[in-house]
Structure formats: structure tokens, C-alpha cells
């Protein structure tokens, strides 16, 4: 089991600004994002979007910003469950809490910032009935994380974005069929990767459904068969042993709206006093909280951590004495 | 002004009369009369979330533009008459459509 002073679940820019706060007090931070990478919104929706509202920043790309993030809390040695979601949360007799997450990894901590922004992001389902029975290892998956596992299989991709195409390539020389289906008729990805799809279809090397939608998914226990509408609204079934849908991610709130917490339109109240939520010892800051005023925006995420870190520090260590000096008295001493 | 109909993901329909010389697009709009509308990226094209449907009136609308047909090709059940509501201004070309709401919503 990891240990930690707080786990902070969320790795978006203001849970990276938070690892920094805490450190200043002393107190060390795990984070963990269902992302496999860290940096929120930002890394995920705007890498390459300037910003204009961070002080000192005339400007600065989104994902300049993130790795800044990580630079400045370093020192700190932060601890990451990166590519794992927090769904459950127990406190404990003493006051302390553990943290699982989906692939079971629990975190032991003192106190818990709850960063989780918009809520997690998981990937953007179509709209075909049953999809659901077939998750988790019968057919239908929205990731290729061992692309041996499609070896010889009979694989229907979905979506026109570069990973659709991406995947078809990689997968025509693994898979024993590939079909891939998009709604449109023509691929706004990587040119050279639509041109070799484009090819693969011309070689027969794969099916390519153009103006095409998946709209019914069949089997009896894994998946056997896909359902494609074309065109001319004609039905097409297809013998498949996995379906792929490659939508891009949205953000959703999950498992958060179960622990217990005051939640209002899918935020979480606070107390400004430190960002405390309705649960002692769990904070939540940034896009996930709400209160009077509320302004979704990072540099109030980053105003919210230093407030946290100090209200998170006296319910962890209640008997010690925290006696407030300005970074720039004992500059920046790491662990 | 100008007057278009607005279907809510509940199917009920009302026609609005909003102005077209305020500079705002079709998502600001619809926020203004309190419809559901996410849009998380605050209108760049980079969410999906204002996502609508056209069912009347599409043919004076402009083409969609790079950044919009990219989104709506991350969209699953976008079709050949989905938009962007933020990548369409409210001006003459929008009078008399019918735009359906279908963007996803964060409690769903
Ligand atoms: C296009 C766009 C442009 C923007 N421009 C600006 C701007 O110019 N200036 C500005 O100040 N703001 C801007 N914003 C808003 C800004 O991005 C957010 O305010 C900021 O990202 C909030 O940071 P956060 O750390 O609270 O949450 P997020 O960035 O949303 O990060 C939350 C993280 O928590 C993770 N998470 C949630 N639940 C769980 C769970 N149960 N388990 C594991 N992980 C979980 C998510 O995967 C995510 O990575 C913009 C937003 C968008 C979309
Ligand atoms: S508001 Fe995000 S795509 Fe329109």
C-alpha cells in the first residue's frame, strides 16, 4: 500500500499547484488520474492553446504551463497512479483514509484534495443498445492497449480521428480482418495516415465503410456480430470478434457523485475557509468545487491549493503549530 | 432579430427570436435562454459538447469549417446534418431552421 500525507485525486493544473502548497508545509502528495497522462484539461482538450490569464504569463501554451507545474513541484517528489480512476474512498477509525482505484492500488493518507475538474474522462461511447454487456474482455473495448490481443481476430474499428486510422494501419497486419467504419466520406487525420488507409482499402487489405454508422452490436456472451447502416440506409452484418470505437474522450463525473459528498450539479460544495468539503479531511478545489462566486478558471484553482494545503495541514497534524512565512523567507527546500 | 425553432433533448420544441447584432453564436444563445448546453471549451471547436442536429431550414448555413468538421468527427452520433452550435453566428442565415439539442452533458 502507498502512503502519503495526501492523495490528491486529479492531475490537472491545479492539483499539480497543489503538490507545491503542501510541500511548502512539508507534506508530501500522491496523485492519481484515470489519464495516462497528467495535466487535466489542458494536456487532454488545449495542448496547444495559448493562455493569457496566468499571472507573470503573457502568455503561455497550454501544455508549457503543465510541464511548468511539474518543474515547480519537483523538489517536492511527488508520487503518480497515472491511467487508474479513484472509485472508492473509506475513512478510517483514526481519522485517515484509504483510496482504491480501478486497477486496486490503495493509498493510505492523512487527508484527500479532491482535483478532479470536470470529472473523469473516459472515452465517448456511440449510441448502440446493449454496448454495455459487452464490455470488460467480451468484444467491445475503446482502447488498444496490447495490440496482440486482436491477433487473428475479426476486428470492426469506428471513427474518423487519427487514432481510428492510426489503429486501422497498425491493425491490418495483425488482425485477420479489419473493418473500419466513418460517418463521413472522406478522413480529416494525418493525410499520409488517411492516404494509407485509403490504400490498405484499394489492396483489399482491409474493409473501408465510408458514410457509415455501427447501430447494433449481437452475440451471445462475447461479441459475434456488427451491425453497420450505410449510405442508402442498407443494413450490413458483420462477423466480428471485437468492435472498436475510437471516439475521442469526455469528461464525466463518475465515481466522485458516490462518496458521500454535497454535490450540486455535479460540483462539489465547499467552505472557503480552506476548501473543506461537507466530509472532514477531504478537500476539493478547482473546476470540481462550487460555492458563492465561483469562477472556473486556474488561477482560482491555484488560490484554492494554497488555502487547502493549509486547512489540510491542520486537520493531518492538529497539535502542531503552523506558523505562516512567505516562500521567499525559506525559499524552496524539497524533501 | 432573428427567428429559429429549438428542439430540447425532451423533444419539445419553441420557437426563439434572438439578436443578430450582438456578435454572439447559436451556443451563447441557446446558454442565454437557459438550455442545457456543456460547452466546456467556452466555443473552440475542441469539446463537442454544444453538438446540434439541423432538421429544417440548413440551406443558407455556412459550410463547417476545418476545426468543426474535426470535432464532429469525434462526436458518435453525429450525422451529415450535426454542428457545432458554437461555430454557427446568429445572423439572417439561421432564420426559419430547426436545430435540435444533443450535446452531451457531464451527469449523464
Ligand atoms: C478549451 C479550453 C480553454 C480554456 N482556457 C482557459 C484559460 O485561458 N484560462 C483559464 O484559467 N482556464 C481556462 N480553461 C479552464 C481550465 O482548463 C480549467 O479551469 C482547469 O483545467 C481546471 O483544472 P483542474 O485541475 O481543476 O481540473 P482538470 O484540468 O479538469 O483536471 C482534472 C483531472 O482529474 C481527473 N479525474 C477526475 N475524476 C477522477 C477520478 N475519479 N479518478 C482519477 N482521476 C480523476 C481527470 O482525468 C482530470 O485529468 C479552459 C478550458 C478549456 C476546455
Ligand atoms: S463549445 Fe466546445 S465545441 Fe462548441
Known amino acids: ?335 | 432579430m432573428v427567428k429559429f425553432t429549438v428542439e430540447d433533448r425532451d423533444g419539445s420544441q419553441q420557437e426563439l427570436e434572438a439578436p443578430d447584432d450582438m456578435g454572439l453564436n447559436l451556443m451563447e444563445t441557446l446558454k442565454a435562454f437557459e438550455y442545457e448546453v456543456l460547452a466546456t471549451c467556452g466555443g473552440m471547436a475542441l469539446c463537442g459538447t454544444c453538438h446540434v442536429k439541423v432538421l429544417a431550414g440548413g440551406e443558407n448555413l455556412p459550410e463547417q469549417g476545418d476545426a468543426e468538421l474535426d470535432m464532429l468527427d469525434m462526436i458518435p452520433d453525429s450525422e451529415s446534418n450535426s454542428r457545432l452550435s458554437c461555430q454557427l453566428q446568429v445572423n439572417d442565415n439561421l432564420e426559419g431552421c430547426t436545430f435540435q439539442i444533443c450535446g452531451s452533458l457531464s451527469e449523464d
Open chain 1, 1 to 335: 500500500m502507498i502512503t502519503t500525507d495526501i492523495c490528491i485525486v486529479g492531475a490537472g493544473p491545479v492539483g499539480l499547484f497543489a503538490i507545491f502548497e503542501a510541500g511548502l508545509l512539508k507534506m508530501r502528495c500522491h496523485l492519481i488520474d484515470v489519464l495516462p497522462q497528467v495535466g487535466g484539461q489542458l494536456s487532454e482538450i488545449y495542448p496547444h492553446k495559448p493562455i493569457y490569464d496566468i499571472p507573470g504569463y503573457p502568455s503561455v501554451k497550454a501544455q508549457e504551463l503543465v510541464d511548468n507545474l511539474m518543474a515547480q513541484a519537483e523538489p517536492f517528489k511527488p508520487t503518480f497512479t497515472l491511467g487508474e480512476r479513484v472509485d472508492e474512498i473509506q475513512k478510517q477509525e483514526d481519522g485517515t483514509f484509504i483510496v482504491k482505484t480501478s486497477d486496486a492500488t490503495e493509498v493510505h493518507c492523512k487527508a484527500i484534495c479532491i482535483a478532479g475538474g470536470l470529472g473523469c474522462f473516459e472515452p465517448r461511447k456511440p449510441v448502440v443498445e446493449r454496448l454495455e454487456d459487452f464490455e470488460g474482455g467480451k468484444g467491445v473495448t475503446y482502447m488498444v492497449k496490447d495490440p496482440e490481443a486482436f491477433r487473428d481476430k475479426k476486428v470492426v474499428l469506428a471513427g474518423g480521428g487519427d487514432s481510428a486510422l492510426d489503429w486501422t494501419i497498425f491493425l491490418a497486419n495483425v488482425a485477420k480482418e479489419v473493418t473500419l467504419v466513418h460517418r463521413g466520406d472522406s478522413f480529416r487525420g494525418a493525410p499520409a495516415s488517411a492516404d494509407k488507409v485509403a490504400k490498405l482499402a484499394e489492396e483489399g487489405k482491409i474493409n473501408l465503410l465510408l458514410k457509415s454508422n455501427v447501430t447494433k452490436i449481437n452475440g451471445n456472451g462475447v461479441l459475434k456480430e456488427v451491425t453497420i447502416v450505410g449510405p442508402e440506409k442498407e443494413e450490413i452484418a458483420i462477423e466480428a470478434d471485437n468492435l472498436i470505437p475510437l471516439f475521442g474522450l469526455s469528461p464525466k463525473l463518475g465515481p466522485i457523485a458516490n462518496w458521500g459528498l454535497n454535490i450540486d450539479k455535479a460540483a462539489i460544495e465547499v467552505d472557503r475557509d480552506s476548501y473543506s468539503t461537507n466530509i472532514p479531511g477531504i478537500f476539493a478545489i478547482g473546476d470540481i468545487n462550487t460555492y458563492t462566486g465561483k469562477l472556473k478558471l486556474i488561477l482560482c484553482g491555484f488560490h484554492e491549493a494554497a488555502l487547502m494545503a493549509h486547512g489540510a495541514f491542520k486537520y493531518a497534524y492538529p497539535q502542531q503549530h503552523l506558523s505562516f512565512k512567505y516562500t521567499t523567507v525559506n525559499g524552496v527546500h524539497g524533501f
